[in-house]
């Protein structure tokens, strides 16, 4: 729908700009596939940042890291500001790596080998992401007591349905393997690119801190980290200055949670807001 196209427009905007209590949170042959030239790991040229973005959201729900514990349109927006994919698409239509180095299958359209690029940083002092957490990212999505919306589509693309010597492996440290049940169709175009599948987070903190701490603050290797947020309310991030691919042009992102479209539009028109999701509808009384 077109309500859809708007939403998948905003979220890119926000990734190019770089409970229901209330809470604050403070190696087989291989056929290789078409992909374009993956991004350098090279720090850019350090730049100033200021200003806020303001984007308006109808529902954002808590903040939370945990994708096996959070409805897949919750988790679209942190899997696109704080963390990141595996690949992405670009605006035109052609898939990228994003953390991702390379990847490939082999005849049988069954056996993926991924390799990841070297030297990608998390947030804080956690090191740089590994096969082992993707691997860890894909076994605790689908842990006993998830909710996901998508927990049904991690467990057939990532872990083959429980075939017995099917699923994900560690080949190296920046190497993993995907064996599937048969070939899968949408492993590219949604196993490995859409955000609401399968997205990195750190096992080193994971099994330091434990899963209550990484349920609402697991670090993650995208442009924004939370400064904080208020269910129902708002979340509201930092600027990752130097960041390994690209830094914002900003220096804090402002998702507010505005469920009304009348209000939405109103804060839109007065400039309390940069962006929103919008209804067709309302486009002539922005036009």
């Known amino acids: 729908s077109m309500l859809i196209v708007i939403m998948v427009m905003a979220v890119a905007l926000l990734a190019a700009c770089g409970g229901d209590d209330d809470t604050t949170t403070s190696k087989p042959s291989t056929t290789a596939v078409p992909k374009a030239k993956a991004e350098p790991t090279t720090v850019p040229a350090k730049q100033e940042l200021t200003g806020t973005i303001n984007i308006a959201i109808k529902e954002l729900g808590p903040y939370t890291t945990s994708a096996r514990l959070t409805e897949s349109t919750v988790w679209l927006y942190v899997s696109t500001s704080t963390h990141e994919t595996l690949l992405r698409m670009n605006p035109q239509g052609e898939l990228e790596g994003k953390l991702l180095e390379t990847w490939s299958v082999d005849d049988t359209g069954t056996t993926w080998t991924l390799k990841l690029k070297e030297g990608v940083p998390w947030h804080g002092d956690w090191g740089e992401i590994t096969s082992d957490d993707v691997i860890h990212a894909a076994t605790d999505h689908i842990r006993d007591g998830a909710v996901g919306s998508l927990t049904g589509v991690v467990e057939r693309l990532f872990h083959a349905n429980g075939m017995e010597g099917g699923g994900i492996s560690k080949i190296d440290n920046y190497t993993f393997q995907l064996i599937t049940d048969g070939p ?86 007065t400039g309390k807001i940069d962006s929103f999701m919008m209804a067709m509808d309302s486009k002539a009384a922005i036009d």
């Open 184 to 269: 899968q169709f949408d492993m590219l175009s949604f196993g490995l690119s859409n955000p609401v599948t399968v997205v990195p987070t750190s096992k080193k903190q994971f099994d330091a801190e434990g899963e209550e701490v990484t349920r609402f603050g697991a670090v993650g290797t995208g442009p924004w980290e939370l400064n904080s947020s208020l269910s129902g309310q708002y979340w509201l991030f930092d600027a990752v200055e130097d960041h390994y691919r690209k830094s914002p042009h900003f220096a804090q992102l402002k998702l507010h949670e505005i469920p009304e479209e009348s209000t939405r539009v109103a804060n839109f028109q």
